[in-house]
Each structure stands twice: as structure tokens, then as C-alpha cells.
């Protein structure tokens, strides 16, 4: 055979004469991107992503269906073909409605694929569910059990009945994972470069775990006698177990995290000794101060800050709150504070909130279970004073307030009842109002005016060179644990690349989005959400032991069924989106009238997206050329142009022969193999 | 005296064939013609001398004249005819222009194959079967003659490569999808001199190697099928078409295929598919047509007008042919001369004659003593070229170098009161519905491009849009599969190129400088001139003008649909238009 020598992107390559540029790129590992091509059909040339240049060449060539000549000097990703292949793929997400991600994962801070594991548990895989949820949260028993769910939130099963148990899916997987075969994955080869994480919280711990899988040594330094941060000395053992994180935490050791406790930064070791150590430093040190009450008496003794009291506790040591116990605060620590008090033995405790219950920012699960057992909750009242004798607290006066007119976020500002206060006799105050950074040992980084570590939100970079800061020490201060892990997970992506010289921020993945409208909810019968079950609030009350008793299987197989699947199928094999991404379209540039979404799903097996339908022709290529069946074609001219018949034809029903070649040609999730049951 | 009528398609849909049958009625025995190419002065009878002299040239000749022109033929006093003779003005349109693809057009009777041979036709059929087809394509190849259609391609060299793939059947094509809205200058040919066109195929063929050749017309030229159906009838008949032509050993079979209409099969490829009964939808090119084409054989296409000159040339040597013209473009080209010019028709011209000689020479100017704003050249795939630039030669490089192309010669004129920007957007919404839907640059790309500029027209338009438009064009320039797309772009770049000023107040003012964008004016009544006469009142179609006589009236903005008929039946010239 007569061979040839062309250049592709300065790689000399020599190939067979008479074959297309597509085909060496190939041979020679240079990848070309189409849509349109497939090796069972025709050349067709339709998607236009695969164009290339030539030196001297005035046109741009299809790849697919130019035959290389001898000499050829081809570029696939000069700046004229970058351009022609993203204003088409511009112009194809124009008219592309594809639901790419479920709502669950797009409201995750740390984008877990929520529809992914939850759908394995469906099938009983709960360790690919646990796979799943590790490619983005290490501590998937501990989060499951504690986070206030963002994903289900977002659950589009609400607009049925209610969402699915996202997070408690989460933990009945992890536990049962845990407790059979623990799944950690391998770690890369030893990149032989090195990073110190300040901070074993959530935050610090999840960065350590990715980074090590990256083959980076990492030492992770905390000021704490134990690693876990605010999730072991903020949440209360009855809502996560100790033995549970430590399980999960050695799990994170055994991919090679060091994990040293008890140093503190400034005093046992400096910031800068960590720089000149290590290629990297990620400061994730969380937000440990409380935020005063700034009301007369708040420096008696028996007042005290709600994340001090919950770490004191968790230290195992004695904290002395007496009988009669106010925390102050409507949030989820005010929660743990005062069910923690219970537990404690105290005899009266109050909850005291300035608005109503409806406007408590804790999860209202938790709410109910304090009110069960037993914490009064003072509505409506705000401390005007805190009243004591000989330096102690002996009594609160509280204001009583009313809703006013409501203020930037919605809610209704609580305003004072002019004159009206009531006085309730107290051993001890619980202050769970807010929390702040400590940045003591870390002056040298530049603060925002709260006093918080300033940190760049898709480098994660601060005001020094090579030092990363994440979670609640940053920006916008303490938030829940899922949006520190979100972060850390992508600076470890950010600095894994520093630590190679790369310029490598994060950028949120480019995808489509899709609205069903209210008509499609009505397709689903009502399944009932499953609760979790829980120990009776006078047993539990007593003491510090779980109060959730896990799933039983059967119903998180039932609960993981009610999924109604939002996200696209296909999306990790999607090319159109693969693309899209890789070019960073903007996907509203080209904005214009689309064609109407449906589904046609009558066709026994197959179900068809007209949202999703990129007429890249390959499906009526297929049928015709290559599984002989010819059964569908393109009508219509222009913009207009769809593939017909429609696949719920009763025609086209009866001559399908069910091959799927056309579901499986599909470079997008237009086409998709309907599960037989 | 011979009188004769001219019935092509344009001289039928102005009442040449009500004039004929009044010629008829009125004892005359008429013969007819194809179309001359004057549309402005349609219906058109000509009178001949018996010797063949053309005596008078009538025009706008209504049914109620035939009995002058019995009279005139009976008494042979033609000044009975001065006041529907053409005039020597109007009479310049032809005798500015070289005619050779329309050299019989109007002049012999389309539906007789011995008009044709009488006036020179088949000789040089009978020329070629003397010669090698190397030595016909050697004789092509010296004409420099260009394809047609709009390419302007060399046709020696797809004849010769078609000749040099190597099969047993071969297809000799004639694309006769005229497409271009305002071009018909290859219905023209067909429907008034379509043995011209058979001749010039055969030719093509013999050369080529073809035993086939067909004839892809649109159907939505029924005179023309039918009158090619006769034509090729006749020249079975006369041993010019079928085996063995003229006692030689070259045999070809001709057949015409109607196609449905789409702009689409104009483009080589997608006639092809269409011609084998698929989709119209263009191909991957390569391989070309002339390697593996129709029926996946070797196949050449050619437009109607390329073959027109095929026989003038073997008739008068490529030398001739190529003495004509610039260096680049030789012979000529036939224009459709449309819009806003005073003498609109076919009209075929030298090449390197300047734009503004086809437009004031021959056109005579632009109607109603306006303003002259620009030409749009080329069609959809063409672009526009402003006035200051009608020095521009006729020549495929130079007419490139403006932004607009030589295509198949549509040529519309327009004055000052046509929105570019409006222009922009019919040949967009033309190239947008006739788009086949294959690709997506073309697919998606013409779509986004009318969308764009249909919210610039209506007021809509945003910040940067122009910048968009430009970038999206010049990637559906680059990326779009067939020449639809590639050349859908060019009305849009030409107008921003040499009207950017409209675009900007379009976008910037909201404004529509030609008054032409209906979303972007208001009609209010001037009260100082408005005499309260209530015409305006009466015509308006949604009343949305009130007021009692004798006052001045008031428009109500909410109603007004901005038809403009207030301001066209006012005579006060009250009604402002902003």
C-alpha cells in the first residue's frame, strides 16, 4: 500500500494512502471531535465540529470525509477552527433542551450525582452507590446523617408528593458499605510533591482525601486532640456517632493522609515553616469563635457560646448548666444546644427566638424532635438583658417582639412590643447566634471586612503565594459542612494543577437545562416519602445514642425507587455536552426560538427527546444503511427539519425489529432504552 | 408581413396570449416568439418584412389594438402603429447589449425546430461529431468559458474531468433549478430557445463520453418543460437526439426530471440526491460529480445559460468568445435586471462592463427620479455593492473583491427608500426556509442570523448584535457544508460592510433611516396642514384616525398598524412618517 506523510498539529504522521484525515488522527492518537460520524454508515458531514485546517488551504476541511494528500501540514485546533466548532456547537445548544444534570445534583454544593447513587440503591448496588457518591464527598456516613439536604430540596418528587430521602439514602448505603467492605479507591503513583492542610473539619479532610488520590503526600495539622472537626466537636453524638466518623476518618488515612492532631498554627508550627515545606498549603481552619450577644450581662458566668458548650461536651468534659437552661438562636446549633441540654439532665430549657417557628432557619425535623423532648420554645422574645447575682446568671429579661414588615431576604423583621418583656429564672445562657473566625497563627492573610480569609472563588488562592483557603474560615463564613467539601474537592483539583504549574481553575461544567411543566408530574402516581425511623423521644432523651435507627432495606430500596430520574441519561456519555464543555460554550449566546420538547415513548422499548434531537441524522443513517430497516427519516426543511415518522406510530412500531443500533449511535441522550421490566 | 407575438412566460402573464387570440379574431394568422427580455414593455409584437426585416416593435400592446394592427398589416401603413412603437429610448435596453446565450431568444419561433436550424442551429453539433473531444473541450477551454450558475467554475475543466473517469455510463446534467429570487434568465432560454440548450448539452456530452443527459428543471416552469418536451421530440425526430446522431456513433437519449422546487437542489450535489429520488440534500464533496456523481457514475452539471453558449462558441471559435471581456471573465453574462430601475429585464451583456453601464444605459436610471442606494448581485448567496462602487467591473474577481458575487445575475436595484437592514433579512428568511437542514452551521445559523436580525429591525436589537451577526457569519461561512450556506452569509456582511450606519441606528436609535421597518415609525397627523377632509379616516383599515370634517384629525398610536395608507391617500401631505 502507497503511503503518505502529512503533519497534524506538528506531529508527523504516515499513514495509508486514500484515507480520510479523521482516520490517521486517529491511528496517531490525535483526537478529532464529531458528532455526526459513525464507521457503520456513510460519511455525512452534517455537525461541522470536525473541521480542520490546512496550511495554504483556504477552506476549512471536514475530517471525516477529506482524504489526506501527501504533505498535508493540518491543525485541528487553530483558532479559525476553535471558532467554527463552537459557534456550531453554540448553535446546537441553542436548540437543545436536555435536563443534563437533576435538580438534586445541581443544588448540591458539592455537585454529588445524588440520581446516580440513589438510583444503584434502587438496584441494590450499594457499593457502586458509595463510588458514586466518593468521586465528590469522602464522608458520605457522616454527611448522610447530617446534612441538611440541599438536593432534596430541589427534588422535583415534590411537586408529586414529597422528595426522596436523598441524604438518609446516603448513610443507609455508607453504613452498610462501611460495616461490610470498606470501599477506598487506589491512590495514583507518588507524584513526590506534598501539601499541609490546616484543619481536619470537613472541609480540610475531603481536600486531604482527593489530593493524596492524586498521588500528593498530604499532612493535615488540627488544633483538636481528634480529627473531624465541627463534625465531631459541633454535632452531637446522638445525631452522629463517633465511632462513625472515625471509621470514615480512617478510611481517608488509609489512602495516605497524615494526619497529625494537637498543633496549633503560630505556636507549634508556623504558616510559613508549612510554604517552605510543602508545595502547597490549604488552610481550612472553619470558624471555631461565637458571636457575642451584645446585651447587658452576656459576660456573667453560666453564659456561654453554643459551638463552645457542644465542644466541651464532645471533649467529654463537665460543663455545669444547672436545671434551667435559654439557648438563644432559631439555627441548627441552637437545636443540637439545647437537645444536648436535655440530654444533660437540665429540667426547663428554653429555646429563645426572636421570630416565629415558621421563620427558624434549623431544619424543621429538628425542631419537632426537640419540641417531643420537651424544649420550650420561647417564640417571639429576644434577650434585653441577662440578669444575675454575684457575677452569676440568675434570670434573662426578654423582650417580646412582633413581626413587622419583612426585610431584603423575605422574612418578616421581628420589631419590640414597646414595654413589654417577661423575666424567666435561669442556671445558665447557651449563646448559639452565629459563629466567626479565629485567624490567630494566619495574620498574614488578607481578611474581608468581617474579619473572614479572603480566598478567590475559582482559584481558592488567598493574598499569599501558594496558600489555598476553604470553607467556613472564607468569604461568606460558617455554612453547612456540604459546601465546605464542595470547595475542598475543587481546590484540590486547583492545586493539584498549581503543584504541576497549571493554570487550572474551576469552572462550572457547561450543560442544558430543562423545566418540565406542571402536566408532567402527572403522569407519576403518589408514593409516600418513607421516614426515617427514630427512638422514642422519652428513651432518647436520656442519652447521647443515636436517635435515628437506619433504614431497613427493603424500604431504601422502595424510598431509592421513588426517583423520578431528572437528569439526562446519557450525560455521561453525551458527547454534544462533552464538547460543549471542553470549547466552554456559552449556551445562551445564540439564544433562539427551539423546538418544542416531547417524548415519544411509545415504541415498545425506545423512547425518543425531540429536546435532545441534534438531527445529526445517525439514527435514520443507522436504520437505513446499516440495520437495513429504513423506518425513519427527515422531514421538513430548514430549522424545521425532524426526524419522521414519529416513533409512536403504529407503523413504525411494527416494522421496528428492536435492534437498538440507533440507541446506541445517538451521541446524545435523544435516545433511550426504556428499562423492561 | 409577418406579425409576431412574444410569448414567453412574462409576455403571457402581461396578456401576449389575449393579444394573440385578438390577432387572431381580427383575421391575422400571428406566429409567436420566446421573451425578447424588455418585461417593462410586455406584451410585445413584433412586425416583420417578409424578407425578415424587423419593421415595428409594439409595445404594451393591448387585445383592443388588434384590429389597428389588422388595418396597419391590410394597408401597410404601419404610422397607424406610432403610438404603441417602442420608443428609440427604450429601444437602447437592446442595442447596448451583445446577445449570444439569448441570441434567438424572442427572435425565432421557440416551438420549431426549423427556426432553429434556419437561424444557424446544429451546425455546430455536426461540427463537434468532426472532432475529438479533446479538441471540443481544447476549444471551451480557450473560450474561458466559466459556469453559469453562480460558481463560475471553468467548464473545460469539469467536462475534462468527467471525460477522464474512466465508465461506461456517464450522465451529462443540465441544472435548470433556477433558483434565485429575480433571476429567469435560464427560463428565459429554455422557454424561448430550448433547441439552443439541447445543442449546447449534446455538445457537453459528446465531449464528456455521456450517453444520458437530463434536464433538472423546476416545476414551477411548466411553459418551459412543455416547450423543451417539444423540443427534444423534434430533435429525436430529426436524428439530432437518440442513437446514432447524425449517422455518427455517438448516441445520447435525453429526458427532462421536474423537480420540486426546492433552492437547495440547485446545489450539484443535492440535485444529484434529488435526481436519484432522495432528499435534496447536498453530498460530501469530494469525490466531485465528475468522479462519482448521478447513479454514483461520472457525471457533469452545467446550468442553462453555460450551455446557451456552447453552440456560439464551436460556431465561432473560442478565440471569439474569449475576445470579449477581462482578463479573468470571458463573453458574457445575462443580468435579470429587477427593483427599482425603469427598464427591469433580461438583459446579457460583455464582461467588463461597468455596473453602473448596465444600470443607466441600459436600465435607464432608477424609477421615479429617486436616488440610486445600491445593487443586490448574486441573489441570497450574493451581496449588495453600494452606488459609489458602480464603476465595478462585470468580472467573477472583481465583483468578488466587493463582497458580492457574479452568481447566476440576479441584479436588484434599489433606491434610497429600501432598509438594508430589511434587505438583509428577506434573503436571510429566503435562505433560512430553503436551508435542506443537513448541516448545523446552516441549519441553526441562518435561523440565528433572521432571528438577530429581525429583532434589530423591530427595535429589539442589543448592544454587540452587530459584532454577533459578523462572528456567526463568517463561522457559517466557514462551516457550512454546501454553497446555501456558505454563501448565506453575504447579504448580511455586504449590508453591514457598506451600511453599518443603518444597522447602528437601527440598534442605537431604534430608528429606521428608509422609514421601510414598520415596528420603528410612527404616523401622526401635522394639525396645521390636515384640512379635516376625513380620507384618511375613511381608508384606514383598523380606524385608528378620528376626527370630525373640517378638523384636524389625530391618529391613535395604540391602533395604528403602521400600513401607511393615511399617509398615501393624503393630500394636504399631513400625515409625518417618523
Known amino acids: 500500500m502507497e503511503k503518505i506523510k502529512i503533519t497534524i498539529n506538528s506531529t508527523e504522521c504516515i499513514a495509508d494512502k486514500g484515507k480520510t484525515i479523521l482516520e490517521i488522527a486517529k491511528e496517531n492518537g490525535i483526537e478529532i471531535p464529531t458528532l455526526c460520524h459513525h464507521e457503520n454508515v456513510k460519511l455525512y458531514g452534517a455537525c461541522g465540529i470536525c473541521l480542520v485546517e490546512g496550511k495554504n488551504m483556504p477552506k476549512l476541511m471536514r475530517a471525516c470525509s477529506t482524504v489526506a494528500a501527501d504533505g498535508m501540514e493540518l491543525y485541528t485546533d487553530s483558532e479559525r477552527v476553535k471558532k467554527v466548532r463552537a459557534v456550531a456547537l453554540e448553535l446546537l445548544m441553542s436548540d437543545h433542551e436536555g435536563d443534563c444534570r437533576g435538580p438534586c445534583t445541581l443544588n448540591c454544593p458539592a455537585g454529588t450525582d445524588c440520581q446516580g447513587y440513589v438510583k444503584q440503591i434502587a438496584m441494590g448496588n450499594d457499593r457502586e452507590a458509595v463510588k458514586i457518591i466518593k468521586d465528590k464527598l469522602p464522608l458520605p456516613a457522616s454527611i448522610g446523617r447530617v446534612c441538611p439536604h440541599p438536593c432534596e430540596t430541589a427534588c422535583r418528587r415534590t411537586k408529586v408528593e414529597e422528595p426522596i430521602s436523598i441524604a438518609f439514602l446516603k448513610y443507609f448505603a455508607a453504613d452498610r458499605v462501611l460495616a461490610d467492605n470498606p470501599y477506598v479507591p487506589e491512590a495514583a503513583p507518588a507524584s513526590g510533591k506534598s501539601v499541609a492542610v490546616v484543619g481536619g473539619g470537613p472541609a480540610g479532610l475531603t481536600a486531604a482525601y482527593y489530593l493524596a488520590l492524586k498521588g500528593h503526600g498530604v499532612t493535615v495539622y488540627d488544633a483538636m486532640p481528634k480529627m473531624g472537626g465541627m463534625l465531631r466537636y459541633g454535632i452531637p453524638e446522638y445525631r452522629l456517632p463517633k465511632k462513625v466518623l472515625d471509621a470514615e476518618i480512617a478510611e481517608i488515612e488509609s489512602v495516605g493522609v497524615k494526619l497529625v492532631n494537637n498543633v496549633k498554627i503560630g505556636k507549634d508550627i508556623t504558616l510559613d515553616e508549612l510554604r517552605k515545606q510543602n508545595g502547597a498549603v490549604l488552610v481550612a481552619i472553619g470558624a471555631w469563635k461565637n458571636t457575642g450577644l451584645r446585651c447587658k450581662g452576656e459576660d456573667l458566668e453560666g453564659v456561654m457560646g453554643g459551638i463552645d458548650f457542644l465542644r466541651r461536651v464532645a471533649l467529654g468534659e463537665k460543663v455545669d448548666i444547672g436545671k434551667n437552661v435559654a439557648v438563644v438562636g432559631g439555627g441548627n446549633t441552637a437545636m443540637d444546644a439545647c437537645r444536648t441540654a436535655v440530654r444533660l439532665g437540665a429540667e426547663n430549657v428554653y429555646v429563645i427566638y426572636r421570630r416565629t417557628r415558621d421563620e427558624m432557619p434549623a431544619e424543621k425535623i429538628e425542631i419537632s424532635e426537640a419540641m417531643e423532648e420537651g424544649v420550650n420554645f420561647k417564640f417571639l422574645t429576644n434577650p434585653a438583658e441577662i440578669l444575675g447575682e454575684n457575677g452569676k446568671v440568675n434570670a434573662v429579661k426578654l423582650q417580646i417582639m412582633e413581626l413587622g414588615e419583612s426585610d431584603a431576604s423575605g422574612r418578616r423583621s421581628p420589631v419590640p412590643v414597646e414595654g413589654k418583656f417577661e423575666t424567666i429564672a435561669l442556671d445558665s445562657v447557651i449563646c448559639a447566634i452565629g459563629q466567626k473566625v479565629n485567624v490567630a497563627g494566619f495574620e498574614e492573610l488578607e481578611l474581608n471586612p468581617w474579619g473572614i480569609i479572603s480566598s478567590d472563588e475559582r482559584y481558592f488562592t488567598t493574598s499569599l503565594e501558594g496558600v489555598f483557603a476553604v470553607g467556613d474560615a472564607t468569604n461568606k463564613g460558617a455554612s453547612i459542612a456540604i459546601d465546605a467539601i464542595g470547595e475542598a474537592n475543587k481546590a484540590a483539583n486547583v492545586i493539584d494543577g498549581y503543584l504541576y504549574g497549571l493554570d487550572t481553575p474551576y469552572t462550572a461544567p457547561v450543560l442544558s437545562k430543562r423545566e418540565p411543566d406542571e402536566t408532567f408530574f402527572e403522569q407519576f402516581e403518589k408514593a409516600e416519602r418513607i421516614k426515617m425511623p427514630v427512638r422514642p423521644a422519652e428513651e432518647r432523651k436520656h442519652d447521647f445514642k443515636e436517635i435515628n435507627l437506619g433504614f431497613e432495606e427493603c424500604a431504601a430500596r422502595k424510598e431509592a425507587a421513588r426517583c423520578l430520574e431528572c437528569g439526562c441519561h446519557d450525560y455521561a456519555d453525551c458527547k454534544l455536552i462533552r464538547y460543549a464543555d471542553r470549547y466552554r460554550i456559552d449556551t445562551c449566546k445564540l439564544a433562539g426560538e427551539k423546538h418544542e420538547c416531547f417524548t415519544e415513548r411509545k415504541l415498545e422499548i425506545i423512547e425518543r427527546d425531540q429536546g435532545k434531537c441534534i438531527l445529526c441524522n445517525l439514527c435514520v443513517r443507522i436504520c437505513r444503511e446499516d440495520a437495513k430497516q429504513g423506518i425513519i427519516g427527515l422531514v421538513g426543511r430548514g430549522f424545521g427539519t425532524v426526524i419522521r415518522p414519529e416513533f409512536n406510530k403504529p407503523e413504525t412500531i411494527s416494522v421496528c425489529k428492536d435492534c437498538l443500533k440507533c440507541v446506541t449511535a445517538c451521541p446524545t441522550g435523544a435516545l433511550k432504552l426504556l428499562n423492561l421490566k | ?578
Open chain 2, 1 to 578: 408581413m409577418r406579425i409576431i407575438v412574444g410569448e414567453g412566460s412574462c409576455g403571457i402573464a402581461a396578456g401576449a396570449h389575449k393579444v394573440y387570440e385578438s390577432l387572431e379574431a381580427a383575421g391575422i394568422t400571428p406566429q409567436i416568439t420566446g421573451c425578447v427580455g424588455m418585461c417593462f414593455l410586455e406584451p410585445i409584437v413584433d412586425i416583420y418584412s417578409d424578407g425578415g426585416e424587423l419593421m415595428r416593435r409594439l409595445v404594451k400592446v393591448k387585445p383592443d389594438d388588434a384590429a389597428t394592427i389588422a388595418e396597419a398589416e391590410k394597408t401597410g401603413d404601419l404610422s397607424l402603429l406610432d403610438s404603441i412603437t417602442i420608443s428609440d429610448e427604450d429601444a437602447a435596453f437592446l442595442s447596448k447589449q451583445t446577445r449570444i446565450a439569448l441570441r434567438n431568444c424572442g427572435v425565432i419561433d421557440p416551438t420549431d425546430i426549423n427556426a432553429y436550424t434556419a437561424n444557424g442551429g446544429y451546425i455546430a453539433l455536426r461540427k463537434v461529431l468532426g472532432m475529438t473531444p479533446e479538441e471540443v473541450i481544447e476549444e471551451i477551454k480557450i473560450s474561458g468559458l466559466a459556469g453559469r450558475g453562480g460558481a463560475g467554475f471553468p467548464t473545460w475543466f469539469k467536462w475534462n474531468a468527467a471525460r477522464q473517469s474512466v465508465s461506461d455510463t456517464k450522465y451529462l446534467i443540465c441544472n435548470a433549478d433556477e433558483g434565485d429570487p429575480g433571476a429567469f434568465m435560464d427560463r428565459a432560454v429554455i422557454e424561448s430557445d430550448p433547441h439552443n440548450l439541447i445543442e449546447g448539452m449534446l455538445i457537453g456530452a459528446y465531449s464528456i463520453g455521456a450517453s444520458e443527459a437530463v434536464v433538472y428543471v423546476r416545476a414551477e416552469y411548466p411553459l418551459a418543460i412543455v416547450r423543451l418536451q417539444e423540443a427534444i421530440a423534434q430533435a429525436e425526430k430529426a436524428g439530432y437526439l437518440g442513437k446514432n446522431i447524425l449517422g455518427s456513433d455517438f448516441s445520447c437519449k435525453m429526458r427532462i426530471k421536474a423537480g420540486a422546487g426546492a433552492f437547495v437542489c440547485g446545489e450539484e450535489t443535492a440535485l444529484i440526491e434529488s435526481l436519484e429520488g432522495k432528499r435534496g440534500m447536498p453530498r460530501l464533496k469530494p469525490p466531485f460529480p465528475a468522479q462519482r456523481g448521478y447513479n454514483d457514475e461520472p457525471s457533469n452539471i452545467n446550468n442553462v445559460e453555460t450551455f446557451a453558449n456552447v453552440a456560439w462558441i464551436i460556431n465561432n471559435g473560442g478565440k471569439a468568445f474569449a475576445a470579449m471581456g477581462t482578463e479573468n471573465s470571458k463573453g458574457t453574462k445575462v443580468f435579470a435586471l429587477t427593483g427599482k430601475i425603469r427598464r427591469g429585464g433580461l438583459v446579457e451583456v460583455p464582461m467588463g462592463m461597468t455596473i453602473k453601464d448596465i444600470i443607466y444605459d441600459i436600465g435607464g436610471g432608477i424609477r421615479g427620479g429617486r436616488e440610486c442606494k445600491a445593487v443586490q448581485l448574486g441573489g441570497p448567496s450574493g451581496g449588495c455593492i453600494p452606488s459609489d462602487k458602480f464603476d465595478t467591473l462585470i468580472d467573477y474577481k472583481e465583483l468578488a473583491a466587493t463582497g458580492a458575487i457574479m452568481g447566476s445575475g440576479g441584479m436588484v436595484v434599489m433606491d434610497d427608500t429600501t432598509c438594508m437592514v430589511g434587505m438583509a433579512k428577506f434573503f436571510l428568511d429566503f435562505t433560512a426556509k430553503e436551508s435542506c437542514g443537513k448541516c448545523v452551521h446552516c441549519r441553526i445559523g441562518t435561523k440565528r442570523l433572521l432571528e438577530i436580525l429581525d429583532r434589530i429591525t423591530k427595535g429589539n436589537g442589543l448592544q454587540g448584535d452587530i459584532d454577533l451577526l459578523t462572528e456567526l457569519c463568517e463561522a457559517v461561512k466557514d462551516g457550512a457544508l454546501c454553497g446555501l450556506g456558505q454563501t448565506a452569509p453575504n447579504p448580511v456582511l455586504s449590508t453591514i460592510r457598506y451600511f453599518r450606519d443603518e444597522y447602528e441606528a437601527h440598534i442605537n436609535e431604534k430608528r429606521c433611516p428608509t422609514g421601510e421597518c414598520a415596528d420603528l415609525v410612527t404616523y401622526s397627523i401635522d394639525a396645521d396642514k390636515c384640512r379635516g377632509c376625513t380620507l384618511c379616516a375613511k381608508k384606514c383599515p383598523v380606524n385608528a384616525i378620528s376626527g370630525s370634517v373640517k378638523t384636524p384629525h389625530v391618529i391613535d398610536s395604540e391602533k395604528c398598524i403602521k400600513c401607511g395608507q393615511c399617509a398615501a391617500v393624503c393630500r394636504f401631505d399631513a400625515v409625518i412618517k417618523r
